[in-house]
């Protein structure tokens, strides 16, 4: 499994486990395992770690909240009062633990904790008055992320997919056009 980190924050990351949520959603997030190897592709989080079906269904509520809670952020809207107890009570968990060593930070821990630093990292994304929240301006990508650009210019969740498949495709346009 291929997961982007390109949001700018791991919370807005785990809200893109699910993609073209307005079209033909596409849950990353299936089983256990999936997972397992999204925390372990995530920079901030334990090296590895063992979900079952209840970590599975704990993370999606979580990134299900988060996703509400930014939309409700993102258009000026009062937070889900049941979107924010999932997010707090998911914050309010152990952190994982950092040890230093010869070749830097290890992190470790179990779900719970990973889910907890994520949890805390999107509650400290929704109390800044100053984050710029966005979604993807690519119409097939549904990704939320945090502009930090110069002027909040930035239109795409990252240039790598969808930045070059908007150019390429106006470009083909122009090319079209003036054929």
Known sequence: ???AFVSGNPALDLVATVESRRDQPRDLLTTPEDLEQ??????????Q??????ALT?????REAIH???VDRMHGRRYEP???????????????ALHLGDAGIRRTGDVTSALAHIARRAITLLAD???CLKECGRPSCTRLYLDRSRGTRRTWCGMQACGNRVKAAAYRARKHTTR
């Open 129 to 131: 008055p100053h984050t």
């Open 49 to 54: 770690v063992s979900a079952d079906a209840t």
């Open 82 to 96: 049941a979107g924010l107890d999932i997010l707090n009570n998911a914050a309010a968990g152990p952190p994982p």
């Open 38 to 47: 999204w925390v372990l592709a995530c920079d901030e989080l334990p090296d």
């Open 58 to 62: 704990g993370a999606v509520e979580l």
């Open 1 to 3: 499994m291929h997961f």
């Open 68 to 70: 509400r809670l930014a």
